[in-house]
């Protein structure tokens, strides 16, 4: 793998970590590849018994990649349905790890960055970190992270930031449920570690059973409204307000949404 690195130690703990810092860990084709690739790997591993997502750099993840953004924005419905499809099955093969999975943000996150962060049972993150949902200042919309922001959220948290573009701090995330917990970025590491030690105490099959349980009895994402959600964006796409937001961006110019 090149855009993802996975570690698995002798001790139980796999790591996954997002390996593209040159490119602030922007969601490309080979990244989501990449991604399933490795939580399919650790799901399949009986040793792993907790799974830490990760990032290098500085940035947790910047949405999706420019380059792939622009080969869609010339792509026809069924082939940016499929390439849309990559990040949904990677966010699924996330979710659907056996194994608790913690998520360590070091960074910002933006876009489907937001999606890496919802996947995870648990999530810290440092104070300083930004977020957003910046689809809709594109013309677009958060759709293929949406059924796991709203599942993770709730659909009045939710309301608050999924279709403003609102940048927002770690406080306001902890407090949306976006993240378990905020900390000065010298504590991450160590607040991580704790979240890590009390399920190597636990016994390994007790707890991937309490997380299927905990999953039966709080509802999963269906994949009946992923299919929505990724037919809803290959509808959004379509719009005219699409073609101009995205095409504003490339440009470096203002949407025409945007006043002055």
Known sequence: MEEV?????????ARIALARSDKHNAMSARMMAELEEAAETVAESDGIRVVVLEADGGTFCAGGD???MRAQFGMDRATRVRESSRIARALAALYALPQPLI????GNAFGGGLGLISVCDVAVGVETAKFALTEVKLGLI??????????????TQAARV????????GSSAVGLGLLSSAVPVEDLEDTVEAEITPYLAC????VRDAK??????????????VVMAIEALADRWETQEAQDGIAAFFDKRRAPWVDG
């Open 142 to 155: 958060p759709a293929n992270i949406g059924p796991y922001v709203v599942h993770r959220l709730g659909a």
């Open 203 to 206: 016994a390994p099959g007790a």
């Open 162 to 169: 999924f279709m403003n573009g609102k940048v927002f701090d």
């Open 212 to 225: 299927r349980l905990m999953r039966d009895l709080a509802g999963e994402v269906r994949e009946q409204d």
């Open 103 to 106: 998520g360590k943000v070091q």
């Open 5 to 13: 690195r996975l570690e698995m130690d002798a001790g139980g703990v």
């Open 66 to 68: 420019l380059a792939w």
